[in-house]
C-alpha cells in the first residue's frame, strides 16, 4: 500500500516539476515576444528576426507572431524564408487564404507577377463559398494594395452565394477605393433596398463619402436610373427626397414626397414637414405648392388645419418681404386667417391664426388696441396650453413696446420668464427683456441677460445674445460714455417700431456725427436693409458695397456681400450680376455661415439644376 502510495506522490512531484518547467518557458516566451516586438517598432529587423527565428519554432506561437514575422522577412528581402513561413502557417491552417495571398505578395516582391496572379486566382476559386473567408481575403487584397481582387474576390463571393446584394457595403468601400463612385453609390443603394433598418446608415455613409456638389449631381442621376429600371422602388424615391432636401431644392423634393405619401398612405404628414423645412428656409414659393397641395387632397384629414394655417403664413412671409409692403395685401391675408377660423372655430387648431391676425393689425395696420383685444381673447381661450399662453404673453409685450409702454412689455416679457423658466420660450422673453434694457442704455443690466442667454440650449437665441453682447461691448471699449451706442440703440427702437422715416433721418444724421467710430458699420447695414425695406434698392446696394468696401473683414463683411447678391436676384432681377456676387462671395468668405446657400443659388442661376 505504501509503496502504490509512493509512487502516487513521485507522479505529482513530476508533474509539479512539469508545469513549473512550462510555466517558466512560456513566461521567457512572452518577455521575448515583448523584446521582438519592440525592436520591429524601432525598425531594428535584424534583431527582431533573431528573436522571431526562435519563437517560430514553437507552434503555439506561430499564429501570434506571424504578421510581424512576416514583414520582418520581407523587409529584410528574405523571400526564400518568407515563402517558407507562409507555407508553414497554409499548413497549419489550411481553411485561411491569407496566407496563400501573402505567398502571392512574395513573389510579387521578387518581380514574378505570373505566380502571384496564380496564387490569388487559388484563392478566388478556393475560397468562394464561405461568406466569412471572402471578407477576409478581400480585406487582406485591401492591405496589400490589390483593391481589383478585393472587388474580384467579393463578386465571386456574391455569385457563389448566389445573393445579388451580398457583401453590397464591403463592395461600396472598395469601390470608394477605386474611385468608381456610380459603382460604389449603386451598391449602397442596393445594400439600403435589402432592409428599412439600412437606409439611415446608408444616407449617412453617403453623407460621409459625397463631399463635393458634383457628387450629389451624381448620386441623383444613378437614382433617376435606378428608378427607370425598378419604378415600384420606393426606397429610390426616398434617397431622392432625402437628396433634395440636403441641397434644398424643395419643389423637387415634394415630387419625391407625393408618390410616398401616395404608395404609404401618410396622409400628407410627411408632406407637411418638408412644407415646414422650406419655410425654415425662406423657399416660400415652393411652401405654398406643399400645403396647397396638402389642402387640396386631404380636405378632411388630420394635417387639413396645419396646412391651411402654413399655406397662409406662407404668402404672409411673401407680402412682408415685397418692399415696400402691399397694406391691401395685409389685410387679405387677415380675411384669409379669418375664413380659416371661422371655418374650424376659435380653438386649439386655429390659436396660432389669432395670433398670426393680431400682430398683422400691430405691426403693419398700426391698430393697435385690436391686436390686443385678439390677443386677450386667444390667451383666455387657451387656458391649459400654456406654451401658446407664454407667446400671446410674449406677443403682448411686443405690442406695449410698439406702443411706447417699456415697463408694460418687461411686465409681460417677465410672467413668460417665471411661466417657462429654462424652456426657449422663458430664454426668447429674457431675451426681450435683454433687448429692452439695451434699447433704454441701461447697457450693463442688457448684458446680465444676455451673460445667461449665452448658455440657452437653442442655437438660435444663444447666437442672437451674443450678437448683441458683442456690439455693445465692441461699442463701449473705445467709446465709455456709450453716446453713440445709445443713439444706435434708440433708432433701432424706431425700427421695431415701424417708424421707419424718423429712424432713417437719424441714420443719415449719425453717419455724420459719428463718422470713424466703431459703430459705423452698424449704422451703414441697419441704413441699407431700411432702405430695401423702403423699396429703395439701388440707395441701398450702394451702402452694402461700401461696407464691403470699408469693413469687409468685419463681422457685417460677408452679410454685406450675400445681401447684395440677394437684391440683385430678387428684387431688380439682374441673374448674371446676382450669379458674379455669389461666385466672388465664395472665394472672398470661404468660411462664412452663408457659403452653402452661396454655392447652392450660384448654380441654381448657373442652371445645374432646376428647383
Known amino acids: 500500500m505504501w509503496i502504490r502510495n509512493l509512487g502516487w506522490y513521485f507522479g505529482m512531484v513530476g508533474l509539479l516539476v512539469v508545469g513549473a518547467s512550462l510555466a517558466l518557458q512560456a513566461q521567457n516566451e512572452a518577455q521575448n515576444l515583448q ?22 519554432r514553437s507552434p503555439r506561437l506561430a499564429g501570434t507572431i506571424y504578421r510581424n514575422y512576416f514583414k520582418t522577412l520581407l523587409l529584410l528581402k528574405d523571400y526564400k524564408e518568407a515563402e517558407k513561413l507562409v507555407k508553414k502557417m497554409a499548413r497549419l491552417e489550411p481553411e485561411n487564404p491569407i496566407y496563400f ?13 505570373e505566380q502571384a496572379t496564380s496564387l490569388y486566382e487559388l484563392v478566388l476559386n478556393n475560397f468562394r463559398k464561405v461568406s466569412q473567408s471572402v471578407l477576409r481575403a478581400a480585406e487582406h487584397f485591401l492591405v496589400i494594395d490589390q483593391s481589383e481582387y478585393a472587388e474580384k474576390m467579393l463578386l465571386a463571393g456574391r455569385k457563389a452565394g448566389r445573393d445579388r446584394a451580398a457583401f453590397a457595403v464591403e463592395l461600396a468601400q472598395v469601390y470608394q477605393l477605386r474611385n468608381r463612385p456610380d459603382e460604389m453609390i449603386g451598391e449602397y443603394l442596393l445594400y439600403a433596398t435589402q432592409s428599412r433598418s439600412n437606409i439611415d ?17 451624381r448620386l441623383e442621376q444613378v437614382l433617376l436610373q435606378k ?54 428656409n425662406e423657399d416660400f414659393e415652393s411652401a405654398q405648392k406643399i400645403f396647397e397641395y396638402i389642402i387640396q387632397t386631404y380636405p378632411n384629414g388630420a394635417n387639413y388645419p396645419s396646412a391651411r394655417h ?33 371655418e ?8 396660432d391664426d389669432m395670433r398670426a391676425i393680431a400682430q398683422l393689425y400691430a405691426f403693419y395696420l398700426d391698430d393697435k388696441d385690436r391686436a390686443i383685444t385678439i390677443l386677450e381673447e386667444a390667451a383666455r381661450l387657451s387656458q391649459g396650453y400654456a406654451d401658446f399662453l407664454a407667446e400671446c404673453k410674449t406677443d ?34 429674457k431675451l426681450r427683456n435683454a433687448k429692452l434694457s439695451y434699447y433704454k442704455g441701461e447697457f450693463e443690466l442688457a448684458e446680465e441677460h444676455l451673460n445667461i442667454l449665452k448658455e440657452a440650449t437653442s442655437r438660435e437665441i444663444a447666437n442672437n445674445a451674443m450678437a448683441l453682447s458683442l456690439l455693445i461691448r465692441d461699442n463701449l471699449v473705445f467709446d465709455t460714455t456709450g453716446v453713440a451706442l445709445r443713439e444706435y440703440a434708440q433708432i433701432e427702437l424706431l425700427m421695431f417700431q415701424h417708424k421707419d422715416e424718423e429712424a432713417l433721418r437719424r441714420l443719415i444724421k449719425m453717419q455724420s456725427e459719428f463718422a470713424g467710430h466703431t459703430i459705423t458699420d452698424e449704422v451703414l447695414w441697419s441704413h441699407s436693409l431700411l432702405l430695401l425695406k423702403m423699396g429703395k434698392a439701388t440707395e441701398a446696394l450702394s451702402l452694402l458695397e461700401k461696407i464691403v468696401q470699408d469693413y469687409g473683414d468685419g463681422i457685417l463683411g460677408d452679410d454685406a456681400f450675400f445681401r447684395m447678391g440677394l437684391v440683385y436676384e430678387e428684387t431688380l432681377q439682374n441673374k448674371e450680376k446676382a450669379q458674379e456676387i455669389y461666385k466672388n462671395h465664395l472665394i472672398k468668405y470661404p468660411g462664412s455661415i452663408y457659403t452653402a446657400e452661396a454655392r447652392r443659388r450660384f448654380r441654381v442661376l448657373r442652371g445645374d439644376f432646376l428647383n
Open 201 to 217: 446608415y446608408v444616407k449617412g455613409a453617403l453623407q460621409d463619402r459625397l463631399t463635393q456638389a458634383e457628387d450629389f449631381d
Open 35 to 56: 523584446i521582438a516586438e519592440e525592436y520591429f517598432s524601432r525598425q531594428e529587423y535584424e534583431k527582431a528576426r533573431e528573436i522571431y527565428d526562435k519563437l517560430a
Open 101 to 113: 495571398i501573402d505567398e502571392g505578395f512574395c513573389w510579387e516582391k521578387q518581380s514574378r507577377p
Open 310 to 342: 402654413h399655406f397662409i403664413q406662407a404668402k404672409e412671409e411673401v407680402v412682408k418681404r415685397t418692399y415696400p409692403i402691399n397694406l391691401d395685401a395685409i389685410r387679405s391675408l387677415i380675411g384669409d386667417y379669418q375664413a380659416l377660423i371661422d
Open 227 to 280: 428608378l427607370q429600371q425598378e419604378a415600384n422602388e420606393s426606397t429610390y424615391n426616398e434617397f431622392l427626397l432625402w437628396l433634395y432636401i440636403q441641397q434644398k431644392r424643395f419643389y423637387r423634393a415634394f415630387i419625391q414626397a407625393k408618390a410616398l405619401d401616395k404608395r404609404f398612405k401618410l396622409e400628407g404628414s410627411e408632406l407637411l414637414s418638408i412644407g415646414l423645412i422650406s419655410m425654415r
Open 344 to 351: 374650424l372655430g376659435k380653438n386649439y387648431k386655429t390659436f
Open 396 to 429: 403682448l409685450g411686443d405690442i406695449y413696446l410698439l406702443k411706447n409702454e417699456p415697463w408694460e412689455a418687461t411686465l409681460l416679457y417677465s410672467q413668460v420668464e417665471k411661466l417657462k423658466k429654462d424652456h426657449p420660450l422663458g430664454y426668447e422673453a
